[in-house]
């Protein structure tokens, strides 16, 4: 099977700015979480998408959204981009279904965002 | 504050050694699990504890899980240079918002050859 893959692997934007970055999980599997890696904060999560519907949201503003599609692939939206965004952004894919406890996780090798 | 805490933060040791991790949490908890991050890469999951389950091994790994002390620690035997990495703990637990999986700050652990 592939593994979850990421892009852009990298991206530079400027503050101000918007920008969208794309997850494929593995086939399969219809759940897709989404988290932040900052040295100073660590790893957040952000979001979980199943069966296209957002089931779970960290505490990130409104700027952060995301969405799942019929195929299971993800995008997440980061608008009015601010220097504190720059961080590692890894999507995870899993087996989970619906209402139960997070399994194994799958990660992707991340997009880098540097935000200038 | 975090569900899940590493210690230590950082940890040194020569090839052939052991290394222990740590991993303090606070609330009930269906699951723990720990995985492994090479530098600026995406994490990989090594291994899944039960919360009615008290050890479990694969391969050189070791985690223990003792519920009465929310605590959890992964030991790594033999070390090798390849163990160089990001160490994290996530648990899985369930609250008003529904299941969640929350990691820890993690351990960076340096083998030397």
Known sequence: KAGVTQTPRYLIKTRGQQVTLSCSPISGHRSV????????????????????????KG???????????????????????????????LCASSSRLAGMSYNEQFFGPGTRLTVL | SQQGEEDPQALSIQEGENATMNCSYKTSINNLQWYRQNSGRGLVHLILIRS?????????????????KKSSSLLITASRAADTASYFCATAYRNNAGNMLTFGGGTRLMVKP
């Open chain 2, 52 to 68: 009615n389950e008290r050890e479990k091994h694969s391969g050189r790994l070791r985690v223990t899980l003792d519920t009465s």
């Open chain 1, 59 to 89: 505490n990130f503003p409104g700027r952060f959204s995301g969405r799942q599609f019929s195929n299971s692939r993800s995008e997440m939206n980061v608008s009015t981009l601010e220097l504190g965004d720059s961080a590692l952004y």
């Open chain 1, 33 to 56: 979480s989404w988290y932040q890696q900052t040295p100073g904060q660590g790893l957040q999560f952000l979001f979980e998408y199943f069966s296209e519907t957002q089931r779970n």
